[in-house]
């Protein structure tokens, strides 16, 4: 059986950041932040950008991920892995 979830994440990045290379940025944001919890992303999209504060743009992401594999003993927490994007 394979367990896929449907989730969304803000991804906080300097406005400086080139668009030809935004998409990848994001992308490795949000594959860092799901493999801290033993995911990863069958599928990342995200929205428009908006200022979050000065130099700040916040991305919105809608991702989708694979089938989840086990956590180590010492797991990060989801809401941990959120934070770490934000970094």
């Known amino acids: 059986m394979t367990i896929t979830r449907t989730g969304r994440m803000n991804v906080l990045l300097p406005q400086a950041v080139q668009p030809d290379v935004l998409d990848t940025v994001i ?22 950008g908006e200022q979050h504060s000065p130099g700040v743009t916040c991305w919105p992401v809608i991702y989708t991920t694979g089938p989840t594999q086990s956590l180590p003993a010492a797991g990060i927490s989801g809401s941990a892995a959120r934070e770490s994007v934000h970094r």
């Open 27 to 48: 992308r490795i944001h949000v594959a860092a932040a799901l493999a801290a919890t033993g995911e990863h992303a069958l599928s990342i999209e995200f929205g428009p």
